[in-house]
């Protein structure tokens, strides 16, 4: 069998310089793979004169149901990938993280998209600057899709997750993707694609793949793509330097194999909770998929007096892990992703015993053409010179292989973590929570996540190894200096922030939004006796006029029963900075709404909510408050089943007093029916 490459909207084979790939557990030849004949600039430029367009025409909020449709197709299908994951030498644990992992990766996106990003196709980042004394000069920023194409470079040992991952923000900016897997288990993407391209979901021109080498693709790359790296260091560092990076200032993030540790804290003994927690961690670590995780733990950092009772503990683990064919439900372990990759982990593991030493090597007993298959026995290694040493903070064998390292205090912990250079992920387990603090705040500039488990926290922990994302993946120094997902930080990853500048008024028409200082319009027609789509931005109502009396703050702190003093004793107020009693915040609100709210019924359904709230100045018995209330902007409500259809409308709310100085300010929100 020969793996296609999806190009310009056609799957096809490459035409020489075919490899082989092979089933990781057996040995045995599946197919071979290559991309020669591939015409990479046609297919970038396919990609952004295709794909870009049919992509930044759609709303973040199309995006995310796209994304959604496709999260749901995509798990009808998923049974179809199991037997196809396990030729990898995964288990059935292995694939599910891979499979659902990446697929429940859209489903987050899809519902972040239509959560917290608007109904347009760009996003407005943050609130206006005023630039001028008289506000007639503003600034805004605004973030916008690029007009190029993400370029997706990934590793060997997530074939969906880590495609699925980088696409769901990608997409979800608005940017079309071609995806580049890694030649050896290449196979398994290349099946996922082509359901994701039998969906029919994702527009023309969204998605391509490249099945073998990238071919002179980095020499036709601009200032508008974006390429994403996962793999080794080394690698990476040569990809970064292309002149064509250089020279365009390309975006590139880079997440590469890093030194990860775990800390045990000082105050953990073996008979309590976090202990049993910590060996079940790094022997959960050391044996899913192998140990080639790029987040996998490496280095197992443990105060100097608990050094044999790990060890111990962790031996007695390894020697129940079974290992074997992942097609066996029973089995723990399965083998590395390629053979090629035995000879460098043994490779590796003998540099590390140049400073440690081997405190135990397992003998599997695996029956399944273990001799012709990729499997590699756990190793355990002892470094007694954690500070001295140089290889293990410096040298990663990719398997299942760690080395234990003992610390004398919370300073030599710290230091030994930070030895790794940078990594993705490190984890913490203990029962202290100031040692927690001690210990984050140590080692935080160093690792892009760390996690901290206790007995409290443990039962609902996702785990060391299981990047979120809700939550930024990458990190410093050696582990590449990239970030990746953390929820809309991800999408940001894919767009231009630009900043506007110009007249209140010009920038809400190219915003969408009313900006203090734009123009407003106001009708004889309460607003909210107007339909969703009758509703004009920057439509506005000045209300009546209420003055606050003494029994108004007397009848709230009964109701409401806050007798805070400086709203009902004369005495203390007067010797606080109000000089005399205000009324209640929350009551200077009741009264506005009072003031701006229509009483008869019509299309506002509900109030939603409100956001960003301050009280400016204080508002004291006898003082009379008006408010200005302002269409602000409007967002289309997904239909759902039983609702009539309707929009969030956002309000800019502004309370004055008498000197017209503003005395509150704040969003709110209402539910408003459509016509």
Request: proline share 5%.
């Amino acid at each position: 069998m020969r793996l296609q490459s999806y190009i310009q909207g056609k799957w096809v084979e490459g035409t020489g310089n075919f490899r082989n790939y092979c089933n990781a557990v057996t040995g045995e030849k599946i197919g071979e793979i290559s991309s020669e004949g591939v015409n990479f600039k046609a297919m970038l430029d396919y990609a952004r004169n295709v794909g870009n367009k049919n992509l930044r025409e759609m709303t973040f909020h199309e995006r995310g149901r796209m994304l959604k449709s496709l999260a749901q197709y995509l798990m009808t299908r998923k049974n179809e990938f199991y037997p196809i994951s396990f030729q990898t030498g995964a288990t059935k644990v292995d694939s599910w993280i891979d499979i659902e992992g990446g697929i429940s990766t859209l489903f987050t996106y899809a519902s972040k998209g239509r959560r917290e990003l608007p109904d347009e196709t760009y996003l407005i980042d943050g609130e206006m600057e005023q630039l001028s004394k008289h506000g007639t000069f503003i600034g805004q920023h605004i973030c916008v899709p690029l007009y190029g194409v993400a370029l997706h470079i990934n590793a060997f040992n997530f074939p969906v997750w880590g495609m699925l991952e980088k696409l769901a923000p990608t997409f979800l900016a608005g940017m079309p993707a071609i995806v580049k897997p890694a030649s050896s288990t290449a196979f398994l993407t290349e099946a996922f694609v082509k359901v994701m391209i039998e969906s029919g979901i994702l527009p023309d021109g969204a998605l391509q793949l490249v099945s073998g080498s990238v071919g002179d693709t980095f020499d036709h790359l601009t200032g508008q793509d974006v390429v994403t790296f996962t793999g080794s260091a080394e690698t990476g560092r040569k990809l970064k330097s292309h002149p064509k990076i250089i020279e365009n200032s390309v975006r590139f993030n880079m997440e590469a194999d890093s030194l990860n540790c775990t800390i045990l804290g000082d105050d953990v003994t073996p008979e309590m909770d976090e202990f049993k927690l910590f060996i079940k961690e790094v022997i959960n670590e050391m044996t899913v998929k192998a140990g080639q995780k790029c987040t996998a733990i490496r280095r197992t950092i443990v105060p100097v007096g608990m050094k044999d009772a790990v060890i111990e503990a962790l031996k007695e683990r390894l020697d129940r892990t079974k290992i074997g064919d992942p097609n066996n439900e029973d089995i723990r372990m399965g083998s590395l992703a390629d053979v090629s990759q035995v000879g460098e982990v043994a490779k590796n593991v003998e540099l590390l015993k140049q400073d440690a030493e081997l405190v135990y090597e397992a003998n599997s007993g695996a029956k399944t053409n273990y001799e012709k298959g990729a499997f590699y026995d756990p190793v355990l290694l002892y470094c007694n010179t954690p500070i001295e040493a140089v290889i293990p903070h410096e040298v990663e064998a990719f398997g299942p292989v760690n080395t234990v390292m003992p610390y004398n205090s919370t300073d030599e912990a710290i230091t030994i973590a930070n030895k790794g250079g940078g990594s993705l992920v490190a984890s913490i387990f203990t029962a202290d929570d100031k040692l927690a603090r001690d210990l984050t705040l140590g080692i935080a500039p160093y690792h892009g996540r760390v996690m901290i488990i206790n007995r409290n926290s443990a039962k609902e922990s996702t785990g060391h190894g299981s990047p979120l994302p809700h939550l930024t993946h990458g990190g410093p120094g050696r582990a590449g200096g990239g970030e990746e997902m953390g929820g809309v930080r991800g999408v940001l990853k894919y767009m231009q922030r630009t900043a506007l500048q110009g007249h209140p008024t010009t920038l809400s028409k190219v915003t969408n939004k009313w900006l203090h200082g734009a123009d407003v319009q106001e009708d004889r027609i309460h607003p909210f006796m107007k339909y969703y789509d009758e509703l004009v931005i920057g439509e506005t109502l000045v209300t009546h006029r209420r003055t606050i009396t003494e029994a108004d703050v007397i009848n709230f702190a009964g109701i409401s029963g806050d007798f805070f003093y400086a709203h009902t004793d004369d005495i203390a107020a007067k010797e606080s900075f109000f000089e005399r009693r205000v009324a209640h915040g929350y009551f200077v609100l009741s009264a506005a709404a009072g003031l701006f709210v229509h009483p008869a019924p019509g299309p506002v359904i509900a109030n939603y909510g409100l956001d960003n709230l301050r009280f400016t100045q204080p508002v004291y018995p006898g003082d009379t408050i008006y408010v200005r209330l302002t269409c602000k902007q409007k967002t289309e409500k997904e239909p759902r089943e039983g609702e009539p259809p309707q929009g969030v409308v956002e309000w800019d709310v502004e309370v004055f007093n008498q000197e017209d100085e503003t005395v509150a300010v704040y969003t709110i929100l209402t539910l408003v029916k459509k016509s």
